[in-house]
């Protein structure tokens, strides 16, 4: 099975193909992305109008692009899946129109993805070097996003994944600032352009994380959710103090190193209660904090006391940010279960921003 997945949901535009094999065994055959993260930076965050405009401009390249270097020819392809929800309206709405189109001009069945079931299946994005696949369930999945901290108990493998996936296998969630604009905010508050996380990644690996005491909320064991909010109030109060006192430049690292374990424990406190609660046996992480090296060092360390029983999977640090290529596996899935949509409904499929789930 062969799938075109195209992904617009905020300020990627991307385009991949995409071969499974052996049921869920998924193989980048190619993949396409347009950032427009320097056309944000200016502004701080996603201009959602700006981002609109970009993905139209540049999605026919990225499909063309993304067919090109697989190689395949359109006969070959047996369906496209397209990222319809959650998201930037506007920009979701170039994919899907894009999508729309080409399935109708080449008699391909079309398949909507919620952009988190995406990241879920970013797991199964094959690779030779080393494991990626959970293999014992249940598995604690985490999508640690800019837009979403959630976490998942589930299951079953991707062919058995129910249609009410997201919804029926959540058990915690942010109630406020997902764990990426935490890092995002932060990151802006300590003079760093957008998007923070990686910039305050590097920095912090110079300072010391127990330098100032950053709250961590929300520590009763009964509660799986998260709150990041006044972990960025903290850190406003504190980054004005240290200026008043004349050293906020030299601080800069101690105070990304301090926010970030802030952040990296409340996440790691949250997805080891709710492994130990339901269970669990593995532990995955995805979306683009999961690109997070202290996050990762944290986790090599601490995994077996978990009672885990296999060491946290990570997608491929360039399938944990936004890319179709996880889109296309995600849309291979739900095909592959029979879900595409029939051709007479196909032209009315709609964007929608914020989906019940
Ligand atoms: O999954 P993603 O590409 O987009 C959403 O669906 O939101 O995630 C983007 C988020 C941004 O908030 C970015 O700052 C964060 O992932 N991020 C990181 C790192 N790389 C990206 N956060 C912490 N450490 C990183 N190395
Ligand atoms: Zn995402």
Redesign the pocket.
Known sequence: MVILGIETS?D?CSASIVKIEKGTQAHVLSLSTFSQIEIHQPYGGVVPEIASRNHLETINAMIETALRDSQIQTQEISAIAVTNRPGLVGALLVGVSAAKALAYAWKKPLIPVH?LEG?AASLYLEDLEMPRRPTAFPLLLAIV????TNLYCLNQEPEDWPLDLLKSSLVGRTRDDAA??A??KIAKILGFPY????W??EEAKKGDPTAYALPRALPQKAILDYSFSGLKTAVSLLATRLKKEGCFESERSNLCASAQEAIVDALLSKIFLAVKQYGCKSLALV???A???RLRLRLDEEWKRAGLVEAPRFPKLKY???NAAMIAAAGAFRFSQGHALPFNEMLTLNAVANPEI
């Open positions: 905020c990627e952009h990241h996003s800019g837009g979403h990426g604009e890092f995002d998007p923070g996380g990686m305050i990644d979306g683009g904090v690109a997070n090296s944990c940010t936004d």
